[in-house]
Antibody
């Protein structure tokens, strides 16, 4: 059974750096074709894909946020970490991590999400 | 890369069929068979309903079906039920990045 759970701060000040951790179980990020992504959703708005890391450490980022994002994995801990720098109130959103359906461009398992508010 | 275009809302009565459209370009929806659909109930995480245009994951009702014509993909819900009331998002692989989501559609069961 695949599960994912996001953790991190709920409140961040503008210009600060956000670090979110996705802890998962039921699969290994060292298995071929496996990937974990991050998606966010501002309150009342649409989903926005942020980043993805593959089993082979290949990484993809949303072009509009690429300069501010870093995604890493710790296979031994079954964790994926997303770092976002220079936070702004517009970054207020629920942040989800999700398991990529192997070999497909879809996310078949999602975490419950964590709401991050950016405010002074 | 712009978001894929979906109607803001679609409604139908119980038992009816409804269709949600997802319009992109030849660089995303039209160029690849990698369109997915997600259902999201309020306060919940999205749930994968369709992948690769028309494939249903295990456990998803066969009342949900997907198709594509040109640059537009569609999700059809047949035999509409109260539990289908939710937000629906499409997504697609693109020539420049692996994922782009749609603007989202609110489905209301009358």
């Amino acid at each position: 059974q695949i599960t994912l759970k996001e953790s991190g701060p709920t409140l961040v000040k503008p210009t600060q750096t956000l670090t979110l951790t996705c802890t998962f179980s039921g699969f290994s990020l060292s298995t071929s074709r496996v990937g974990v992504g991050w998606i966010r959703q501002p309150p009342g708005k649409a989903l926005e894909w942020l980043a993805l890391i593959y089993w082979d450490d290949d990484k993809r980022y949303s072009p509009s946020l690429k300069s501010r994002l870093t995604i890493t994995k710790d296979t031994s801990k079954n964790q994926v970490v997303l770092t976002m720098t220079n936070l702004d109130p517009v970054d207020t959103a629920t942040y989800y991590c999700a398991h990529r359906l192997p070999g497909r461009y879809s996310f078949d398992y999602w975490g419950q999400g964590t709401l991050v508010t950016v405010s002074s | 890369q712009s978001a894929l275009t979906q109607p803001a809302s679609v409604s139908g009565s119980p038992g009816q069929s409804i269709t949600i459209s997802c319009t992109g370009t030849s660089s995303d929806v039209g160029g690849y068979n990698s369109v997915s659909w997600y259902q999201q109930h309020p306060g919940k995480a999205p749930k994968l309903m369709i992948y690769d245009v028309s494939n249903r994951p295990s456990g998803v009702s066969n009342r949900f079906s997907g198709s594509k014509s040109g640059n537009t993909a569609s999700l059809t819900i047949s035999g509409l039920q109260a539990e289908d009331e939710a937000d629906y998002y499409c997504s697609s692989y693109t020539s420049s990045l692996p994922y782009v989501f749609g603007t989202g559609t609110k489905v209301t069961v009358l």
